[in-house]
């Protein structure tokens, strides 16, 4: 079964920076798409970046397009999201998340194992 863990979350001020981890263990399909989404209490959970197994193709959110990228170290079973340029209305857990691959990885609704979630604050 396969297992995620996030870390790297943390309190930044508006236009700083973070690197968000994702270690996983188990098994996952080399077709397996894996994503971030993120969600702030009495909001629905958001997909912000995607990437299949591999290392393509990517989605993002329009909200985080050109400040955020996704990436994996498949030799660490690692995904990451690397946040520049934050903004306040980034405040929000984030969580990361894994399914078998049998759409296309922004079927946001379509992942099925998930992290506990790592804090993210941006002050103005």
């Known amino acids: 079964q396969v297992q995620l863990a996030e870390s790297g979350g943390g309190s930044v001020q508006a236009g700083g920076s973070l690197k968000l981890s994702c270690g996983a263990s188990g098994v996952i399909s080399s077709r397996a798409c894996m994503a971030w989404f993120r969600q702030v209490p009495g909001k629905e959970r958001e997909g912000v970046a995607s990437?299949?197994?591999?290392?393509?193709?990517?989605y993002y959110a329009d909200s985080v397009k050109g400040r955020f990228t996704i990436s994996q170290d498949n030799a660490k079973n690692t995904l990451y999201l690397q946040m520049n340029n934050l903004k306040p209305e980034d405040t929000a857990m984030y969580y990361c998340?894994?399914?078998?691959?049998?759409?296309?990885?922004?079927?946001?609704?379509?992942?099925?194992?998930w992290g506990n979630g790592t804090l993210v604050t941006i002050s103005s």
């Open positions: 990437i299949r197994i591999g290392g393509t193709p990517k």
């Open positions: 998340a894994t399914f078998p691959g049998w759409w296309a990885c922004d079927s946001w609704s379509s992942y099925n194992v």
